[in-house]
């Protein structure tokens, strides 16, 4: 019978990324703790101070990214990225209100490409595309409902400015620098892990009868 690798059994790498992924990918605390067979739970949070210094360094790189739907460039401070705007299904909002209102508050239903106050960053290109190519879904069907017009206009005004924002996200990263390139893609992966909140798909985990003189 093949057996299960257990963290307590593993080298002090493995035990690390194995904790620091699940702490990442929003483990709640308890779990973690005794996932890794921790007897204080202030050592399981250390793994989370790691993931908080790591979301503040995403943020200070991706704040520089900003752009407006436009795509004109709207860099901004880390603090502003985070307090200033909100974050909204396809990039970040500053309409006070709308900030105000943790971003329930949109007046024009969240059609983000139209709006003077959106600012996305290139850690939402992949909801950005996934949007544009449901919106193309969304033409088709409305050209077999033989749907009016202004219906089909709207929509293709819509794709159109959601592709004019990927392209320009896109170049801009391209002009990049290889190593810089990679470190910003890294944190916008940490970014839309964060921002999956209770939504996220934890990782596979393995519970540990806790048991006395275990590596920490």
């Known amino acids: 019978m093949a057996t299960r690798a257990r963290p307590h059994t593993a080298s002090a790498d493995t035990r690390h990324t194995f904790a620091q992924r699940h702490a990442d990918a929003g483990t709640p605390v308890d779990v973690l703790r005794d996932l890794m067979d921790h007897e204080d739970i202030s050592t399981t949070m250390g793994y989370y101070r790691v993931t908080l210094e790591r979301k503040r360094a995403a943020v200070k790189l991706l704040s520089q990214q900003v752009i407006d739907r436009n795509g004109t460039a709207r860099a901004c401070s880390a603090q502003t990225y985070e307090h200033r705007s909100i974050a909204v299904p396809f990039g970040g909002c500053t309409e006070p209100s ?17 709006c003077g106050f959106y600012r996305p960053d290139p850690s939402y290109l992949p909801a950005i595309e996934d949007h544009a190519n449901s919106l193309r879904a969304d033409r088709e069907r409305a050209r077999a409902m ?4 202004f219906v089909i206009d709207n929509l293709t005004s819509e794709i159109t400015a959601y592709e004019e924002i990927a392209e320009k996200m896109q170049d801009q990263l391209a002009a990049l620098p290889a190593d810089e390139r990679a470190e910003l893609e890294d944190a916008a992966v940490m970014l839309r892990r964060l ?22």
Not at 98 to 114: D, E, L, M, S, W
Not at 146 to 149: F, P, V
């Open 98 to 114: 709308n900030v105000k209102a943790g971003g329930h508050a949109c007046p024009i239903r969240f059609q983000c490409a139209g």
């Open 146 to 149: 033989d749907a009016a017009d």
């Open 195 to 216: 921002r999956a909140g209770g939504d996220r798909v934890l990782l596979p985990v393995t519970v540990i009868n806790r048991r006395k003189g275990n590596p920490r």
